[in-house]
T-cell receptor, first 114, second 118 residues
Framework: DGGITQSPKYLFRKEGQNVTLSCEQN?????MYWYRQDPGQGLRLIYY???????QKGDIAEGYSVSREKKESFPLTVTSAKKNPTAFYLC?????????????FGSGTRLTVV | AQTVTQSQPEMSVQEAETVTLSCTYD???????LFWYKQPPSRQMILVIR??????QNATENRFSVNFQKAAKSFSLKISDSQLGDAAMYFC???????????????FGAGTRLAVHP
């Protein structure tokens, strides 16, 4: 079945470490997105990518980095510079012309700073 | 800037009853799309229903329907015959299009947590 796979489900980061969240899709979608979810704040866009080797900053990109070397993969790195990175992270994808399909979401990664 | 507001952080409903979740948005665009997503305890986001702004007819998907009031910039979700499985966080979302490439960016509200009581 086609879908989006996020790994790991739970991730713990020590202070001063970079960590990378994986997102893989087999839907042949061109566009991929990373959102951060905090209680009471809904989902906020971190980065998005419409095509391979291209990506754009979202609303809260500071302290994060991404790459898009393959159409199927859009990993997110939370750098040591990011303050308060504890949150739930959701990856999504969509065809280039998304409506009426909306987004397909992964099952998320819970990141905790210890 | 476009914003989406969900003014009800929590709602509850009795099983088999009807509940309405509110959503308002702010935009200067005339053509856009609106969505309701459901996030159950598994945290998987599920598309519930969508609405095109140029359509006057309200969208319906089985027990889920919307009341789209374009002039008022209101997009409420009605759940009829509520079931225990409807208990979840519900997010309203607005689709923005940028000028270059038609990027599809969704803007989400803060969510409404719905509890369903037997």
């Amino acid at each position: 079945d086609g879908g989006i796979t996020q790994s790991p489900k739970y991730l713990f980061r020590k202070e001063g470490q970079n960590v990378t969240l994986s997102c893989e899709q087999n839907l042949n979608h061109d566009a991929m997105y990373w959102y951060r979810q905090d209680p009471g704040q809904g989902l906020r866009l971190i980065y998005y990518s419409q095509i391979v080797n291209d990506f754009q900053k979202g609303d809260i990109a500071e302290g994060y980095s991404v790459s898009r070397e393959k159409k199927e993969s859009f990993p997110l790195t939370v750098t040591s510079a990011k303050k308060n990175p504890t949150a739930f992270y959701l990856c999504a994808s969509s065809p280039r012309d998304t409506f009426p399909y909306g987004y397909t979401f992964g099952s998320g990664t819970r990141l905790t700073v210890v | 800037a476009q914003t989406v507001t969900q003014s009800q952080p929590e709602m509850s409903v009795q099983e088999a009853e009807t509940v309405t979740l509110s959503c308002t948005y702010d935009t200067s665009e005339s053509d856009y799309y609106l969505f309701w997503y459901k996030q159950p305890p598994s945290r998987q986001m599920i598309l519930v229903i969508r609405q095109e702004a140029y359509k006057q007819q309200n969208a319906t998907e089985n027990r889920f329907s919307v009341n789209f009031q374009k002039a008022a910039k209101s997009f409420s979700l009605k759940i009829s015959d509520s079931q225990l499985g409807d208990a979840a966080m519900y997010f309203c979302a607005y689709r923005i299009s940028t000028f270059s490439g038609g990027y599809n960016k969704l803007i989400f509200g803060a969510g409404t947590r719905l509890a369903v009581h037997p």
